[in-house]
């Protein structure tokens, strides 16, 4: 059986046994006119009056945007609200900031490909959560977390989330109140919503919302009164990234509704948990580093079976990458299991931590391979993974270490898909 996996942008083809257990996302065809679809939504959205009803002429507007390590159809969400604000609101008085959360600095080469004709219609800011003084202190909300949030965003008169729901692997999922708190939030509150605590509970994971003690306080950060959005505008994407299905108005009920339509569509059960488990991070944007790598090894984490094999292709073009904590963290420790103790007995988180933790979790529950272009041996094995240079042997040689009965289930797609028993 030849399977074709999301790798970078071209993506890799490989031959599977013909027995293997292969899950994608429910087929979902792209929108025939997602312009019309979005201003639609902007016009009829759920709980509140439209866009241009709440607009005011002299009104200073922030928008909310993903950064580019995901696939948000940012230039498509962000001109049809320019075009529903045409004639109310000034261009000039309008700001996009680029959530990236604890993320680096996106490039003004990587704007203008996310953005493209709206990076030139208005001023666009990259939120630093480690800029002090671009922060406002706006007290502690949900169970002690202290919320600093970027301060444009506090003070823009109409303020507006754009983004794009999918199951997360601790948050339950993307989108909605994500846009506000960690994208826009300073690294104090980030690191508190994202403690081990939080990011260890059980209820941490893909799918869950009400019960998840991490997107609960997310949903308290973007509820407080000089946080919480005027609008906000979230899209379903289908696997060639292409607008499915478009839901807007006020923030929680609309997210509510998404994220059942979300739930829906990529969450698969599988009858049986699997001795190897092979998959991706999405491809290109999602895989350009192993940090983010480690979200398509956790969707694997849910139907692998104990002393498995996960094997993991990402591209990682960016890297570990070096910027943030996550390499310097990895370095300090001498095994997985060493670093996992250290940030459950750590008074206080510190940057990156939860991926390293998160990571750990799933090595305690089976082996992990990771194959990637973009790191060289030496760089996969001081990040505590073993190296798979030759995908196909990986999966061969897991098969046959596995026994002559061993099952192997591939998600193409990595955590756009998210199987459970």
Known sequence: MRVHLAYGEEGLDLEVPDHTTVVVPSHESAHPHPHGALLDALRQPIGIPSLRQLARPGQS???????????????????????????????????????????????????????????????????????????????????????????????????????????????????????????????????????????????????????????????????????????????LLNQEHRITRVFAGELFAMHRVACAAALEAAMHQVPAAFDVVLTTNSGYPLDQNLYQAVKGMSAAAKVVAPGGTIICAAECRDGLPEHGRYAET??????????????????????????????????????????????????IEEAHFQAAPDLEAAVRESLEKAGPNGTLCVLPEGPQTIPFL
């Open 61 to 235: 507007v922030a928008i909310s945007v993903c950064d580019i390590t995901r696939a948000q159809p940012r230039e498509a969400m962000l001109e049809a609200i320019f075009e529903e604000l045409d004639g109310v609101i000034a261009e000039e008085d309008s700001t996009i900031l680029i959530a990236t959360g604890t993320h680096r600095t996106n490039t003004p080469e990587e704007l203008g490909a996310m953005l493209g004709k709206a990076a030139n219609r208005c001023r666009v800011v990259n939120h630093v959560a480690r800029d002090r003084d671009s922060l406002v202190d706006l007290g502690r909300v949900g169970a002690g977390v202290p919320l600093f949030l970027n301060r444009e965003w506090v003070e823009a008169d109409l303020k507006i989330t754009t983004g794009f729901v999918e199951p997360h692997f601790f948050a339950g999922f993307s989108g909605g109140p994500k846009m506000v708190a960690p994208g826009l939030a300073g690294l104090d509150t980030v690191l508190v919503l994202h403690d081990a605590k939080r990011v260890g509970h059980a209820k941490s994971t893909w799918g869950v919302i009400d019960d998840n003690p991490l997107h609960r306080d997310i949903r308290a950060c973007a509820a407080h009164a000089g946080a919480k959005p005027d609008f906000s505008l979230d899209v």
């Open 330 to 379: 990895l370095r300090s420790g001498a095994s997985i299991r060493d670093l996992l103790d250290e940030i459950e007995s750590r008074p206080k988180a510190i940057a990156d931590q939860w991926q390293v933790q998160v990571q750990a979790l799933i090595q305690g529950k089976a082996d992990v391979l990771v194959h990637a272009g973009g790191l060289d041996r030496s760089q």
